[in-house]
T-cell receptor, first 125, second 106 residues
Framework: EVQLVESGGGLVQPGGSLRLSCAAS????????MNWVRQAPGKGLEWLSY??????????ADSVKGRFTISRDNAKNSLYLQMNTLRAEDTAVYYC?????FGSGSYSPYCFDYWGQGTLITVSS | DIQMTQSPSSLSASVGDRVTITCRAS??????LNWYQQKPGKAPKLLIY???TLQSGVPSRFSGSGSGTDFTLTISSLQPEDFATYYC????????FGGGTKVEIK
């Protein structure tokens, strides 16, 4: 059974830092690209970051570029999100999600087929 | 940048109703469109990918259609467990989600 379990959430002051982890099990982690998605209280979903299966390719949403860093440790089946210079507007539930590619060709369409349960980050003084 | 607009933002329906949710892209995204269901306090769940392919295990009352800029998610006969918020997601240029459609009990 595929499982993704986030951890590391909590209360942090504005300007502070936090590192989220996502522990993966039930599938061959190093075969899959991964993503982070967040959801502010009462709001919709916002994609944040992508990392390729080997970790060499990363992308970020403009809202977190330069402040957040995605990484992974395939030996530990783990995904991470280092969050620096946190702001009140970063308050949200953060999800990790598996990147599933389908189709063929030079560009492979994709979806997020499995999600973790989420971890809440509250940025407040 | 591509914009994704879902409509309506909310709707009220009864068990057994046919429900249609629309997602419109600001430019063509071919068929790079996914649909997710989210219940309160839970993670999103993939329903449909590639505009019309049903994810394994998802009931056949869910269906998706469309291409280019206009897409629909249809629930043929609404069940009690379908009351939730539904999101579309384009994967043509980034991973942008629509604003969501909350399906409530009438």
């Amino acid at each position: 059974e595929v499982q993704l379990v986030e951890s590391g959430g909590g209360l942090v002051q504005p300007g502070g830092s936090l590192r989220l982890s996502c522990a993966a099990s039930g599938f061959t982690f190093n075969n899959y690209d991964m993503n982070w998605v967040r959801q502010a209280p009462g709001k919709g979903l916002e994609w944040l970051s992508y990392i390729s299966s080997g970790g060499s390719i990363v992308y970020y949403a403009d809202s977190v570029k330069g402040r957040f860093t995605i990484s992974r440790d395939n030996a530990k089946n783990s995904l991470y999100l280092q969050m620096n210079t946190l702001r009140a507007e970063d308050t949200a539930v953060y999800y990790c999600a598996r990147h599933f590619k389908f189709g063929s060709g030079s560009y492979s369409p994709y979806c997020f087929d499995y999600w973790g349960q989420g971890t809440l980050i509250t940025v407040s003084s | 940048d591509i914009q994704m607009t879902q409509s309506p933002s909310s709707l009220s329906a009864s068990v057994g109703d046919r429900v249609t949710i629309t997602c419109r892209a600001s430019q063509s995204i071919t068929r790079y469109l996914n649909w997710y269901q989210q219940k309160p306090g839970k993670a999103p769940k993939l329903l449909i990918y590639g505009a019309s392919t049903l994810q394994s295990g998802v009931p056949s009352r869910f269906s998706g259609s469309g291409s280019g800029t206009d897409f629909t998610l249809t629930i043929s006969s609404l069940q009690p467990e379908d009351f939730a918020t539904y999101y579309c997601q384009e994967t043509y240029s980034s991973s942008l989600f629509g604003g969501g459609t909350k399906v409530e009990i009438k």
